[in-house]
C-alpha cells in the first residue's frame, strides 16, 4: 500500500498531468456533444464519475478471478451495467437532466477513459489505488466538461448554470452553442490548459 | 424519395462526426493521411451497416417482445464487439486483401462510439422499418467517411504550416474540426 | 491469490456468472425505478396541464382519449377540463414535423369556444438560442387569448399574423402549424361531442 504522498500523486495526475480532455484526448464525443451548458456539463462529468468509481471498484475485487482471455468481454459487460443503472436513475428520478443528455448517457460504455482505467490501472492495481484512481481521473472529467460547459454557454447564451446576466433579447454569440463552438471552445481551452500547467511544473 | 431525404440527412445536415459528435476519437485519431481515413472508413462502413442490421432485428423481436428494453446497452455494445471480431475472423479466410486494408482499424472499431450511436439512433427513427434502419446506418457511415476525408485532406497541408508554439498538435486540429463543422452547418434546413 | 488461468471451463464460468450478476441487477433496478420512471413522464404531462388549461376539479389525463385525423401520423391527446362537471375546456396535443431539425410537439389549451389559453411546449429539437426561444414568454405571449377562427395562425411573412422569432421563421411556422392542428382536432372534438359554445 502506498503512503499518503503517492496516493495524492495518483489522485492529482488525473486531473493535471493526464488529464483526460485536454491532454490524454479520451471521451470526446460526450465532451463535445453535452457540453452547452455548464449544467449539462456537470451532470455527465457527474455520471461518468460514477460508472468510472463502480467499474473501478468491481474489476479491482474480481481482477484475479477474471481470465486474461476473456477479461475485455468481462470489463464491457460490467461497465455497461453500470451505464444502465445510470440511465435508469437518471430517467426516474431527473427526467430533466436525462432529456438534455440523451444518447450520450448509454454511450458512456464506448467512453474510451472508462474501459481504459479498467484495463490499464484496475486489473492491476489494489482497490484503494484504483478508488482514487477513479476519483483523480473522473474529477479531471468533470472539471473539464464543466468548464467548456460554463465557457460555452457564458458566450453563446449570457448566462452561467442558467443564471442569466444580460437580457433576454440581448445578441450573444449562438456559434458558441452550435457544434462549431464546442471545437473552437475546446481548442482554446486546451492551449490555456497547457499553458497554465507547464508554467506551473 | 423518402431514402434520399435519410441519406442527405444523414450525409451532410446532421452528420454524425461534426453535428452529432459521434465517432470523434478516430476522427482525430487516425485522421494525418488520406490512406489511413479512407481505410478506417471503409472498416466502420462495413461493421456499421452489420451492426445495425443485428441490433435492430435483436431490439424488435427479442428485447422488445420480452420487455427487456433495458438490457438495450449491454446486449447492443456485446453484439457489436463479438460481430467486429467475426468480421475479422470471416474477412481473412473470405478476402486477404480486403482483410490487409481494414484488418488494423477493425480492433478500434468496438470502442467506437459511432457504431452504438448510430444503432441507437437507428431504433429511433419515425416509421421505422428494417430497410429504413439499415439504410440509415450506411448513409450516416457515408457521413462519418466524408467528415475523415475531407479532414485528413487538410490535415495534410496543416502538417507544412508555420504555426505558434502553442497552436500545435491538439489545438489547430480542434479548430479545423470547428471551421468544418461551421461549413457543414450551411447544410442545415435542407431536408 | 492467483489469478485464474485462461482454460475454458474458467472462462466460460466467469462470463457466465457475470452475465448473471449484470442481468439481474439490472432487472432488479429497473423494477425499483419503474414507478419513479411512470411517474416522472405523468408529472411532466402534469405540469404542461396545468399551464394551459383553465381551474379544473377533474382528472384531465384519466379523462383523456386519443383522436385519430387523416393527416396526422400518431393520434392526437385531447385532455379535457371540468370544473364543477361543467365543460371548462380542453388541452390538445399538436405536432409539427418541419421544425428546423424535425418534430416540434405542442400542447394548446382551449376556452370551451375555441380560443388559446396558453401553449406548453412538450418536445422540440431547435437550434439552441434561436428557435428555443419559442418557449420564452416574449413568443407566447401573442397568442393567449387569441382566437384561431380570426387570427390567422401563419407567420407574417406568408401573410398572417404570427410574429416569428428573429432568425427562426422555420421554427415559427412548425409552431403555428402545430398550433392549427391543435385546433382542427378541437373543432372535430367539439362537433363529436356536442359540447356548445357556452
Known amino acids: 500500500m502506498g503512503s499518503s504522498g503517492e496516493m495524492k500523486q495518483n489522485f492529482l495526475k488525473g486531473i493535471i498531468k493526464e488529464n483526460p480532455v485536454f491532454v490524454m484526448l479520451l471521451g470526446m464525443c460526450p465532451t463535445l456533444g453535452v457540453t452547452s451548458s455548464a449544467f449539462n456539463g456537470l451532470g455527465m462529468g457527474l455520471a461518468t464519475l460514477f460508472v468510472l468509481l463502480m467499474s473501478n471498484i468491481v474489476v479491482s475485487l474480481f481482477k484475479s478471478q477474471i481470465p486474461n482471455k476473456v477479461r475485455i468481454p468481462a470489463f464491457i459487460v460490467i461497465i455497461a451495467s453500470f451505464v444502465t443503472i445510470v440511465e435508469m436513475v437518471l430517467e426516474a428520478y431527473i427526467p430533466f437532466l436525462y432529456e438534455q443528455l440523451g444518447i450520450f448517457i448509454p454511450l458512456i460504455v464506448v467512453n474510451c477513459l472508462i474501459l481504459g482505467r479498467a484495463e490499464s490501472f484496475a486489473s492491476k492495481n489494489s482497490l484503494t489505488a484504483s478508488i482514487v484512481d477513479a476519483l483523480g481521473m473522473g474529477m479531471g472529467f468533470v472539471i473539464a466538461l464543466t468548464a467548456l460547459g460554463a465557457v460555452r454557454e457564458i458566450l453563446g447564451n449570457g448566462s452561467i448554470f442558467e443564471f442569466r446576466f444580460v437580457s433576454e433579447d440581448a445578441n450573444t454569440l449562438i456559434l458558441f452553442i452550435l457544434p462549431p463552438g464546442a471545437f473552437i471552445a475546446l481548442a482554446y481551452l486546451a492551449i490555456v490548459f497547457n499553458r497554465v500547467t507547464q508554467k506551473a511544473t | ?191 | ?198
Open chain 2, 1 to 191: 424519395m423518402e431514402y434520399w431525404v435519410i441519406f442527405i440527412g444523414a450525409v451532410f445536415v446532421n452528420n454524425i462526426v461534426l453535428s452529432q459528435f459521434l465517432g470523434i476519437c478516430p476522427f482525430l485519431g487516425v485522421s494525418n493521411k488520406i490512406s489511413t481515413s479512407a481505410g478506417m472508413s471503409g472498416a466502420v462502413l462495413f461493421v456499421m451497416t452489420i451492426a445495425t442490421t443485428v441490433t435492430y432485428l435483436l431490439h424488435t423481436y427479442i428485447l422488445v417482445p420480452m420487455g427487456l428494453d433495458y438490457l438495450r446497452t449491454i446486449t447492443f455494445i456485446l453484439v457489436i464487439a463479438a460481430l467486429v471480431q467475426m468480421v475479422e475472423i470471416i474477412l481473412k479466410k473470405v478476402s486477404p486483401p480486403l482483410y490487409q486494408a481494414l484488418g488494423v482499424f477493425l480492433p478500434l472499431i468496438t470502442t467506437n462510439c459511432a457504431v452504438l450511436g448510430v444503432a441507437i439512433l437507428a431504433l429511433g427513427m419515425e416509421n421505422g422499418t428494417l430497410l429504413k434502419a439499415v439504410f440509415f446506418a450506411f448513409s450516416s457511415s457515408v457521413g462519418f467517411a466524408l467528415a475523415l476525408i475531407v479532414f485528413a485532406s487538410i490535415r495534410e497541408f496543416l502538417e507544412l504550416a508555420d504555426l505558434p508554439e502553442g497552436m500545435k498538435g491538439v489545438p489547430i486540429n480542434l479548430l479545423v474540426a470547428g471551421l468544418l463543422s461551421l461549413a457543414f452547418l450551411g447544410f442545415a434546413g435542407l431536408v
Open chain 3, 1 to 198: 491469490m492467483k489469478k485464474k488461468e485462461s482454460t475454458l471451463i474458467n472462462m466460460v464460468f466467469v462470463l457466465f456468472a457475470i452475465t448473471l450478476a449484470a442481468g439481474l441487477s439490472l432487472g432488479y433496478v429497473n423494477d425499483i425505478t419503474l414507478e419513479p420512471k411512470a411517474k416522472a413522464r405523468l408529472a411532466k404531462k402534469m405540469k404542461a396541464l396545468n399551464v394551459v388549461l383553465p381551474q379544473f376539479d377533474n382528472d384531465p389525463i384519466s379523462d383523456g382519449y386519443l383522436l385519430k385525423m387523416a393527416e396526422v401520423k400518431d393520434s392526437v391527446e385531447i385532455y379535457p377540463a371540468y370544473k364543477d362537471s361543467v365543460f371548462a375546456g380542453a388541452a390538445i396535443t399538436g405536432v409539427s414535423e418541419r421544425g428546423y431539425s424535425g418534430l416540434v410537439k405542442l400542447m394548446v389549451g382551449f376556452q370551451p369556444d375555441g380560443q388559446i389559453i396558453n401553449i406548453a411546449v412538450l418536445e422540440q429539437k431547435e437550434t439552441p438560442g434561436l428557435g428555443t426561444k419559442m418557449k420564452g414568454e416574449k413568443f407566447l405571449r401573442q397568442f393567449r387569448e387569441k382566437h384561431p377562427a380570426s387570427f390567422d395562425l401563419k407567420v407574417q411573412k406568408d401573410g398572417g399574423e404570427v410574429d416569428a422569432l428573429a432568425g427562426a421563421t422555420i421554427s415559427t411556422r412548425a409552431f403555428s402549424e402545430a398550433t392549427q392542428q391543435a385546433y382542427d382536432a378541437y373543432i372535430i372534438y367539439k362537433e363529436k361531442n356536442l359540447i356548445s359554445d357556452n
